[in-house]
């Protein structure tokens, strides 16, 4: 058993969920969450009853501070990732990231940290998402503490609520699926398993700086995801292209009505902004196996322990 004590900021979310069960596979046993979704706190105290999984805002000092005496290793995985508002994003994205930052510094034994950016900081997008993300990496990268960065690009995975996971289950709902335009949007989806043992990796070979672009290996089209996850699922909605600017003024309606929308105008312009992202060699990095897509869609759907348990969106 491993009791290094290892701190979870935002870890209640797709990548923390993964992150505590792999964790815990390997023997570590003195995890603390902290995250302010209370719904997904409670799916984890749940699944892992025996971490600890607190509530806290971590945009505003509090209690939770205290929680980083003696820790060992900090993993900030905080991240508002969609929304309507960008102070949601400033608070998430960028005020935590000062205070957790704070709370490292002020530790006598400063804790390793790994700090999980984002792909779209390389993004030709130019939305909240990354202007938040790209002014978190540039604070990290300002503080003062060494420590690997990580950009991920779209993950999926157990846990999934936002990302494959919300399209599945709105596959089952409905007869017909739409999909904006013709489809052909290049995506490099990462799984959420992998990207989690190269967190591990960094922390068991305690890499100390870098910025490693960890990018899913496999270039997909967004209407073949689709398709894939209607295979693994067994799903019996039409899949149907409908025209670019009618989807976008769908996505503005249900806006006005969902102040938390799964999808918004500004993903889907992100969606078709043609990105490409670095594909480096992580695996060889990291002395990590890159799971195939097909395969990682069949875990992330099909497996016994965790693909049935839904995340609040």
Not at 80 to 101: A, K, R, W
Not at 108 to 132: G, K, M, N
Not at 199 to 207: F, K, L, Y
Request: with cysteine.
């Amino acid at each position: 058993m491993n009791t290094q004590k290892i701190i979870l900021p935002g870890g209640a979310g797709l990548v923390g969920q993964n992150l505590v069960a792999r964790l815990k596979d390997k023997g570590y046993s003195n995890i603390v969450v902290l995250d302010k979704h209370q719904a997904n706190l409670r799916v984890l105290q749940q699944v892992q009853p025996d971490i600890v999984a607190e509530y806290a805002d971590l945009a505003r000092p509090g209690k939770w501070q205290a929680h980083f005496e003696g820790a060992d290793i900090v993993v900030m995985l905080q991240a508002q990732i969609g929304g309507n508002t960008y102070q949601e994003f400033v608070d998430n994205n960028v005020s935590s990231t000062e205070l957790v930052l704070d709370a490292i510094k002020a530790q006598p034994s400063q804790p390793y940290l790994v700090h999980i950016s984002s792909s779209v900081v390389e993004s030709v997008a130019d939305d909240f998402y990354t202007r938040s993300k790209t002014d978190q990496e540039q604070m990290v990268l300002e503080s003062g503490i060494s420590c690997p960065i990580l950009r991920p690009t779209l993950m999926f995975g157990w846990f999934d609520r936002k990302h494959l996971g919300w399209l599945s289950r709105f596959m089952k709902k409905v007869p017909v699926f739409p999909v904006p335009g013709h489809g052909r949007y290049m995506r490099q989806p990462l799984y959420a398993g992998d990207f989690c043992d190269v967190i591990i990796s960094c922390i068991e070979n305690r890499i100390n700086d870098g910025i490693y672009n960890i990018t899913g290996h496999e270039r997909i089209d967004y209407i073949d995801i689709i398709r894939e996850i209607k295979r693994a699922t067994g799903a019996k909605a039409l899949i149907v292209k409908i025209p670019y600017f009618l989807f976008y003024a769908l996505l503005r309606i249900w806006s006005v009505f969902d102040k938390n929308p799964p999808f918004t105008t500004q993903q889907l312009e992100a969606l078709t902004a043609r990105d490409e992202f670095e594909v480096m060699d992580w695996p060889g990095t990291f002395g990590v196996k890159a799971t195939p897509f097909r395969q990682a869609v069949q875990e992330t759907f099909n497996d016994d322990r965790y693909s049935n348990i839904t995340l609040e969106f």
